[in-house]
Structure formats: C-alpha cells, structure tokens
C-alpha cells in the first residue's frame, strides 16, 4: 500500500467516522458529534458539523474559514504597528500554515498563538479573573490543537517566569540601594 500523504493526527477522522453505536446509546446527534474522544475533540467537532452540512467539500470551507479566522485575529494583534498589514500577510501566509493544508489541518489553527499575544496585553495575571481566562484559554486551545496547545503552554510558562524573575530582580536590586 502506498501513501502519497501523511495522515498523522487526523486518521481518526477519516477512519471511523462515527463513534460506535454502543457508546452513543440514546444520543440523538451521531452524524454531528462523532469522534469526540479523540485528542483535539472541539476541532474535530467544528469539522464534524461542517462534514454534516457540506458533505465532501467541508475541508475546502474548513481551510477558508480558518483563513478568515487568522487573518481577523492577526490583524487584531498587528494593528497596533504601522506596517500591520505587512505582519498579518506573513503570519497568515507562511510556509508553515500551507505545509498543513493537505494533511494536518488542526495544525492550521496558528490564530491561537497572536490570541494569546491579545491577552497577555489585555490582561495581568494577578487577579482571579484574568487567572481564569488564562486558563479557560490554554484548555481551549489543547482541546482545539493539541500541538499548538502544548506550544501555548510553553510560551505561556516561560512569559511569566519571566515576568517573576525580572520583579525579583527588580526587588532586589532595589533593596540593595
């Protein structure tokens, strides 16, 4: 047997199709909601409701709407610099997204990386509000890409022991003088 292109994480999708009818027992909307065990289950539900109404074509508007989606949160994050729109072509243009197009489509949820830049800028970790959002929005982000989730996680960590070792630094450094 010969595969012309990689399938990776997305096999579940294309292989089973549904969930089998014996963990699903009573549950009315099987032909929208399978595959949900899966490791990334809210993208492969937005690609199960679009299966469900686009039938075949669902991974063309799943790529266009995912474009739009970049394209609107990126511009979010680059409109604060003068050449915005030079930012937002690279980002949403790169070589990385179009490697995924084919096969490996959670992997084209990039809007998730300047979401979170959108957020470190919105909002300061001390309060429990913020606590929250922040991590409502690295669970989200898992459960929609899990590679990307791991990536937010990092950059996420190593953001705020940042911030942490720069106030002790700061702190010490005040307490010295």
């Given at each position: 047997m010969?595969?012309l292109n990689?399938?990776?994480?997305?096999?579940?999708?294309?292989?089973l199709?549904?969930?089998?009818?014996?963990l699903l027992?009573?549950?009315?909307?099987?032909d929208?909601?399978?595959?949900?065990l899966s490791t990334e289950p809210?993208?492969?539900l937005f690609?199960?409701?679009?299966?469900?109404f686009?039938?075949g074509s669902?991974?063309?508007?799943s790529v266009?709407?995912?474009t739009?989606f970049?394209?609107?949160?990126?511009?979010?994050?680059?409109?604060?610099?003068?050449y915005?729109?030079?930012?937002?072509f690279?980002?949403?243009?790169?070589?990385y997204y179009?490697?995924?197009?084919?096969?490996h489509?959670?992997?084209?949820?990039?809007?998730?990386?300047p979401?979170l830049?959108?957020?470190f800028d919105?909002?300061?970790?001390k309060?429990?509000?913020?606590?929250?959002?922040?991590?409502?929005?690295?669970?989200i982000?898992i459960?929609?890409?899990?590679?990307?989730?791991?990536?937010i996680?990092?950059?996420f960590?190593?953001?705020?022991?940042?911030?942490i070792?720069f106030?002790?630094f700061?702190?010490n450094?005040?307490?010295i003088?």
């Open positions: 010969l595969v990689g399938l990776e994480d997305q096999i579940l999708l294309l292989v199709g549904k969930i089998p009818e014996y027992t009573g549950f009315p909307y099987n929208i909601f399978p595959n949900l809210l993208f492969n690609l199960n409701i679009l299966r469900y686009f039938n669902y991974v063309v508007v266009l709407l995912i739009i970049n394209l609107v949160i990126s511009y979010l994050f680059f409109k604060k610099y003068i915005w729109y030079l930012g937002v690279t980002f949403v243009f790169s070589s179009y490697i995924h197009l084919a096969n489509l959670s992997l084209m949820n990039t809007w998730l990386l979401l830049f959108i957020l919105k909002y300061n970790i309060n429990l509000t913020s606590i929250f959002i922040f991590t409502s929005f690295l669970i982000s459960l929609i890409s899990n590679y990307i989730g791991l990536l996680t990092i950059i960590i190593l953001y705020h022991a940042y911030d070792i106030a002790l700061i702190k450094k005040a307490m003088k």
